[in-house]
Every structure is written in structure tokens, then in C-alpha cells.
Antibody, heavy 124, light 111 residues
Framework: QVQLQESGPGLVKPSETLSLTCTVS????????WSWIRQPPGKGLEWIGH???????NYNPSLKNRVTISVDTSKNQFSLRVSSVTAADTAVYYC??????????????????WGQGTLVTVSS | QSVLTQPPSVSGAPGQRVTISCTGS?????????VHWYQQLPGTAPKLLIF???NRPSGVPDRFSDSKSGTSASLAITGLQAEDEADYYC???????????FGGGTKLTVL
């Protein structure tokens, strides 16, 4: 059973860069897509982006200019960086494994394993 | 404003059946992308509940089922239990955004 664990600072100052790492255990990071999802306090889920183990990425257009996701297969980790943060970036950040299957001629992506989440507060 | 629209809340008595709708558009559900459902118990991470056409991960009871029609999908919960009280989210893929999208979430209250 794969397990995911987020780590990183819980407090970031406005205009600085938020950095988080997700460590994958109980399975290899290879052959899967991996994603970051966030949830502002009391609100719903927002997909941030995903990365394939080979390094190819796809980002939410609303965050694309500020987000970078990278992968380190030697450490079985992938990471998130969000630049120029504001209070609106305060949220619980989750990492998740992405699985997919083919149906109706398209890939059907879903998130089958999640980390416990880590709260990141943007405040001076 | 979420790309997928869910009712903010639903409720039902123990033993009853409730449904949660998820409405999208021609670039996601209407384009043939399936809806997947997640359950988030208070203070915990979301958990995959149903993926694709009524596929349930191991351990998810068959009281949970889903259906799809046009640009909408629905999650049905039968034999409602107190432990089902949680937030439920739908998720799909949107071709115009080239990424995953979520509904705003529905809070289920067991009366």
C-alpha cells in the first residue's frame, strides 16, 4: 500500500516562495503521475498540477505562472514550489498519486492515494 | 466558482437514500470524461470513494454508487449511516483547461 507524506514549512511570508516535498513510500514513484492539490480553510479542493515520473508536467492555468512541480526519482520524492505567495495561498496542501484508465477514447484520471495534508499559512 | 457544480448540503435520516449531483459542461463530463467521487471525513484527507463507472476501491461498501447522464453525474448513498456524515467531492477532467477539476463539495448531514 503506497503512502505519501508532505513536508515543509508551515509558515511563509507574503511575496516569498512556498516549498513542499512529498515522500512516497511502499511503492516506486516510477510509472505514475503525481499531483498537488490544495484546500483553503473551510473551502473546496483545487487541483494545482501534476508531474509524470519522467518529469513532464501539467499545471492549473490559474496558477501556472507561479507554480513549479519537480520529481526526484532517486529519493522517491516530488516537490512543489509556489512563488510570490499571498494570503490567498493559505491552505492545506495535499500530495496525491494519480491513476488513470482509458475509456471513451480518453484517459480518465483520478487520485487513488493521498497524503495526510500539511497546512501552510501565508502571513508576515 | 468551481468548474463542477454540487449542492452545498444534503441531509437524510439513518437508513434513507440520498443523492448528490455534480453538474459540468461539454468540456468535461459532456465530453466523455468520467466523474470520480471522494469522501472527506472531518479533519482528514479526501479518500477515493468511486472511480469511473461504479468502481469502488477495496473496503468501500456497495451502498455507494454513481450514475452519469449528459453533462451531469450523481452519487447515491443507500442505507444511510451516521459514519457517512462527511464532505463529498466530485472530480473530472476538463479538456479546455487540460487538467483535473473538482466540484465545490457537498456536506452530508445524517439527521
Amino acid at each position: 500500500q503506497v503512502q505519501l507524506q508532505e513536508s515543509g514549512p508551515g509558515l511563509v511570508k507574503p511575496s516569498e516562495t512556498l516549498s513542499l516535498t512529498c515522500t512516497v513510500s511502499g511503492g516506486s514513484i516510477s510509472s505514475y503521475y503525481w499531483s498537488w492539490i490544495r484546500q483553503p480553510p473551510g473551502k473546496g479542493l483545487e487541483w494545482i498540477g501534476h508531474i509524470y515520473y519522467s518529469g513532464s508536467t501539467n499545471y492549473n492555468p490559474s496558477l501556472k505562472n507561479r507554480v513549479t512541480i519537480s520529481v526526484d526519482t532517486s529519493k522517491n520524492q516530488f516537490s512543489l514550489r509556489v512563488s510570490s505567495v499571498t494570503a490567498a495561498d493559505t491552505a492545506v496542501y495535499y500530495c496525491a498519486r494519480v491513476d488513470y484508465y482509458y475509456d471513451s477514447g480518453s484517459r480518465q484520471y483520478y487520485f487513488d492515494s493521498w497524503g495526510q495534508g500539511t497546512l501552510v499559512t501565508v502571513s508576515s | 466558482q468551481s468548474v463542477l457544480t454540487q449542492p452545498p448540503s444534503v441531509s437524510g435520516a439513518p437508513g434513507q437514500r440520498v443523492t448528490i449531483s455534480c453538474t459540468g459542461s461539454s468540456s468535461n463530463i459532456g465530453a466523455g470524461y468520467y466523474v470520480h467521487w471522494y469522501q472527506q471525513l472531518p479533519g482528514t484527507a479526501p479518500k477515493l470513494l468511486i472511480f469511473g463507472d461504479n468502481n469502488r476501491p477495496s473496503g468501500v461498501p456497495d451502498r455507494f454508487s454513481d450514475s452519469k447522464s449528459g453533462t451531469s453525474a450523481s452519487l447515491a448513498i443507500t442505507g444511510l449511516q451516521a459514519e457517512d456524515e462527511a464532505d463529498y467531492y466530485c472530480q473530472s477532467y476538463d479538456s479546455s483547461l487540460s487538467g483535473s477539476v473538482f466540484g465545490g463539495g457537498t456536506k452530508l448531514t445524517v439527521l
